[in-house]
């Protein structure tokens, strides 16, 4: 019989299956259905050919008996020197003091990592590793990996259980699609994934299970649809929005007054309804668009209405900007602004939830804390979501349940192709602002080198004096000792001391809600005109005067946090600048950081990315609310296309009779 649960295997007792479990793999079936996140050709390099960029394949031997180090905070690491004809690379591995045993001088073994120049010789951190003798197939999986696993221990295991393939893995598609679209069947597939023969192989793998993920995805939508049905409202009231549009003090733009004009049309219709299907509408627009003055017309079209809304938001920063810049509009009429986040005194929450409660029209503003079971409001007709993407289907819909009609507007600032879209929406359904206010003006962006950053400071220094104000974005709080990247606390100790006169604020995830909202009002308000940064200020943060975005290491960013980080500057009339700062060497980094800085349209900038990114997780756990796909990726139209047409048929003939 073979194999039948995991501690039947060679490796793996409690301390290794409690690690297992933490990566979601408790059964076989599991480790079959954990698939490689890439995989890596395996072309043998010469040390002094390698890229420290990217991770390369290189064959040492062994020089140096391995020793146990100590480096800062106490931490133990396994250190020697290998070579090969080309040159000398001193390897390390924190943590792994066994490995002290692994090794034998005189002895060669592959090496997979990045081999980073360290004056005479190279240095390479906790690289992959395998016996020297050993013939390595073309292409190699590559796994994703949490806390107590290594790549070795999940290629043993899946290696034992492969030959287990044909009883434990069951087919879920049905045969027609299978046989309509040439798909691999599933337990071939799973062998193909794991140990492909070539490039191709697993290509065609990958596409029989990304078929399967969107074929899925597509299915429980519409069954989550049918469960849900299609709540019917009273149509609203017209009213005249040009009281709404003296008090935002500007006027539209002609995609602004499209949007709303769509969004009034499944609010009010014709005038003639009885009643009319819940709105379930999309609204999407580049950094900087103007979404928020649209769902707050929507908004103000509800309250008008004598009804409540609400705007759920993911962060307490956003949340609470949100609320202070939808309270200076909706006070010229005397609709209430609430906001309520998990830090909200109880006292307050009290307050709101009696507001809420009342007859009175009014709109919450907040975080997850408008889903928590205490919060209920009357006569709520209209729920906006921001940043639609991190919150999952159900946090979405749990929002919606408290709502007497079931009006909901999603936003994202993050544009989606138009593919993905109608697959999460009918074509009816989405909104798209590809306008820009008039004033704004495009944000120039430039990447150079770290070794320039003097002149980069002294450019902000002249944008300071000019009456800017500047941020300064880093990828990592502290420093470590596996990493040289330009963490933030270091960068903002040499920004108090290079802006000293302007005064420099600094604004991490970790700190406290009251902290980051004082860094955030002191910046705002100009009490700091430097701002040191992590990416916690990635979303929706906005300060007109500030004129200047740094980004150190932006090749550790992707390019739509890159271009959403570029999107917080360039808010005011004044010329704004991004200067993505990276040693980068690897070709694929700085062809994306090149990218960044010729696109400045963040719908041409995401087909880009569509074409070119790897595995992706465009809807992800946090925007659908299923499992996060792990084959899927977003380049993957045509597929999708078929996929979605294919569920819509299985539904129609086996559910929707």
């Keep these: 019989m073979g194999v039948s649960t995991l501690n039947d295997l060679r490796g793996i007792g409690k301390t290794r299956a409690e690690a297992f479990a933490r990566a979601g793999i408790e059964t076989l079936a599991d480790l079959l259905n954990y698939f490689p996140a890439s995989y890596r050709e395996n072309r043998l390099i010469a040390l002094n050919r390698s890229d420290p960029g990217s991770p390369c394949l290189v064959k040492l031997c062994v020089q140096s008996v391995p020793r146990i180090s100590f480096f800062a905070g106490g931490r133990r690491a396994v250190r020697f020197q290998a070579s090969d004809d080309s040159g000398v690379c001193d390897v390390v591995y924190f943590y792994q003091t066994y490995l002290a045993k692994r090794f034998c001088v005189g002895k060669t073994y592959y090496f997979y990592g990045r081999f980073k120049p360290s004056g005479s010789r190279y240095l390479a951190f906790s690289p992959d590793y395998s016996d020297g003798d050993q013939t390595l197939p073309a292409i190699t999986p590559v796994y994703p990996l949490t806390k107590g696993l290594t790549q070795k221990m999940l290629q043993s295991a899946i290696a034992q259980v492969l030959p287990e393939a044909e009883r434990i893995v069951l087919e879920n598609l049905p045969a027609e699609v299978l046989r309509e679209h040439d798909l691999m069947p599933r337990a071939q597939a799973v062998r193909a994934a794991h140990q492909p023969r070539s490039v191709e192989e697993a290509s065609r793998a990958r596409a029989r299970f990304a078929f399967e993920e969107l074929f899925f995805f597509r299915l429980d939508l519409l069954l989550l649809q049918k469960k849900r049905g299609i709540p019917s409202i009273a149509p609203l009231h017209a009213v005249s929005t040009a009281p709404y549009f003296a008090a935002l003090g500007f006027a539209p733009t002609e995609a602004q007054n499209r949007a709303i004009a769509e969004i009034f049309h499944d609010l009010i219709g014709t005038g003639t309804e009885k009643s009319l299907p819940a709105m379930h509408r999309l609204l999407q627009g580049d950094v900087g668009s103007g979404k928020t003055a649209v769902c707050a017309a929507a908004i103000y079209l509800t309250l008008c209405n004598g009804k409540k809304a609400a705007l759920m938001a993911p962060t307490e920063l956003l949340a609470e900007q949100h609320a202070r810049k939808l309270e200076r509009v909706f006070s010229a009429f005397r609709f209430p602004v609430y906001c309520l986040t998990g830090t909200?005194?109880?006292?307050?929450?009290?307050?709101?939830?009696?507001?809420?409660?009342?007859?009175?029209?009014?709109?919450?503003?907040?975080?997850?804390?408008?889903?928590?079971?205490?919060?209920?409001?009357?006569?709520?007709?209209?729920?906006?979501?921001?940043?639609?993407?991190?919150?999952?289907?159900?946090?979405?819909?749990?929002?919606?349940?408290?709502?007497?009609?079931?009006?909901?507007?999603?936003?994202?600032?993050?544009?989606?192709?138009?593919?993905?879209?109608?697959?999460?929406?009918?074509?009816?359904?989405?909104?798209?602002?590809?306008?820009?206010?008039?004033?704004?003006?495009?944000?120039?962006?430039?990447?150079?080198?770290?070794?320039?950053?003097?002149?980069?400071?002294?450019?902000?220094?002249?944008?300071?004096?000019?009456?800017?104000?500047?941020?300064?974005?880093?990828?990592?709080?502290?420093?470590?000792?596996?990493?040289?990247?330009?963490?933030?606390?270091?960068?903002?100790?040499?920004?108090?001391?290079?802006?000293?006169?302007?005064?420099?604020?600094?604004?991490?995830?970790?700190?406290?809600?009251?902290?980051?909202?004082?860094?955030?009002?002191?910046?705002?308000?100009?009490?700091?005109?430097?701002?040191?940064?992590?990416?916690?200020?990635?979303?929706?943060?906005?300060?007109?005067?500030?004129?200047?975005?740094?980004?150190?290491?932006?090749?550790?960013?992707?390019?739509?946090?890159?271009?959403?980080?570029?999107?917080?500057?360039?808010?005011?009339?004044?010329?704004?600048?991004?200067?993505?700062?990276?040693?980068?060497?690897?070709?694929?980094?700085?062809?994306?950081?090149?990218?960044?800085?010729?696109?400045?349209?963040?719908?041409?900038?995401?087909?880009?990315?569509?074409?070119?990114?790897?595995?992706?997780?465009?809807?992800?756990?946090?925007?659908?609310?299923?499992?996060?796909?792990?084959?899927?990726?977003?380049?993957?139209?045509?597929?999708?296309?078929?996929?979605?047409?294919?569920?819509?048929?299985?539904?129609?003939?086996?559910?929707?009779?």
């Design 344 to 657: 909200t005194p109880a006292a307050r929450r009290r307050q709101i939830d009696a507001a809420l409660n009342a007859a009175d029209p009014c709109l919450l503003v907040g975080t997850h804390a408008l889903i928590s079971d205490r919060v209920s409001a009357r006569d709520l007709s209209l729920t906006v979501v921001d940043e639609q993407h991190r919150f999952g289907v159900r946090q979405r819909d749990t929002l919606l349940s408290k709502a007497a009609e079931k009006n909901l507007l999603v936003m994202s600032a993050t544009p989606i192709p138009r593919t993905f879209a109608l697959f999460l929406f009918s074509k009816d359904d989405v909104s798209t602002l590809d306008t820009l206010p008039p004033g704004r003006q495009p944000v120039e962006t430039y990447y150079v080198g770290a070794s320039k950053r003097d002149r980069v400071d002294t450019f902000v220094e002249k944008e300071l004096n000019a009456g800017g104000r500047a941020y300064i974005v880093c990828p990592l709080i502290e420093e470590s000792e596996e990493s040289d990247l330009m963490a933030a606390q270091s960068r903002f100790e040499l920004a108090k001391a290079r802006f000293k006169p302007y005064n420099v604020g600094f604004l991490h995830g970790k700190m406290s809600a009251a902290a980051k909202r004082e860094a955030m009002q002191d910046f705002a308000q100009g009490k700091t005109r430097v701002l040191v940064s992590t990416t916690v200020i990635e979303i929706g943060i906005d300060v007109p005067e500030a004129t200047v975005m740094c980004v150190e290491n932006a090749e550790r960013f992707g390019l739509a946090t890159l271009h959403q980080l570029r999107g917080r500057v360039g808010r005011g009339s004044r010329q704004s600048y991004c200067i993505l700062l990276s040693d980068a060497r690897g070709k694929a980094a700085r062809e994306r950081l090149q990218k960044l800085c010729e696109i400045k349209d963040g719908f041409k900038l995401a087909e880009y990315d569509m074409d070119t990114r790897g595995p992706g997780d465009f809807f992800g756990v946090r925007q659908s609310g299923f499992s996060a796909f792990t084959a899927a990726r977003e380049q993957d139209g045509e597929l999708l296309e078929k996929a979605s047409r294919s569920a819509q048929d299985f539904f129609e003939k086996t559910v929707d009779k």
